[in-house]
Nanobody, 122 residues
Framework: VQLQASGGGLVQPGGSLRLSCAASGSALSIHSMGWYRQAPGKQRELVAGIDSDSRTAYTDFVKGRFTISKDNAKRTVYLQMSSLKPEDTAVYSC?????????????????WGQGTQVTVSS
């Protein structure tokens, strides 16, 4: 199972970006996926998450500005970011809890996608 993240870039304060994270692999079942970010000199932090029932959770500093969603058919999770601030500048990575079939039943794996740089600057 692999996660492929895309959509980062340079945007002015107040602007918007949409990140995508696509899961590849056969016969997988996605339990939950989330977006994390890491700014220079800081620890990685959770931004938002979504589970198989489409329940979502956000960290306080993005509530009302970011929206996480998913397309089950495409096995893709999106992070729509609006009203971006310079402090949102970071490398954003996606993470999944995904079940794959094994000889003894379904087993969880937790892949990470490669990071995508988001820079908010005028």
């Amino acid at each position: 199972v692999q996660l492929q993240a895309s959509g980062g870039g340079l945007v002015q304060p107040g602007g918007s970006l949409r990140l995508s994270c696509a899961a590849s692999g056969s016969a997988l079942s996605i339990h939950s996926m989330g977006w994390y970010r890491q700014a220079p000199g800081k620890q990685r932090e959770l931004v938002a998450g979504i589970d198989s029932d489409s329940r979502t959770a956000y960290t306080d500093f993005v509530k009302g500005r970011f929206t996480i969603s998913k397309d089950n058919a495409k096995r893709t999770v999106y992070l729509q970011m609006s009203s971006l601030k310079p402090e949102d500048t970071a490398v954003y990575s996606c993470h999944g809890v995904i079940f794959i079939p094994t000889l003894t039943g379904w087993a969880p794996v937790e892949p990470w996608g490669q990071g995508t740089q988001v820079t908010v600057s005028s």
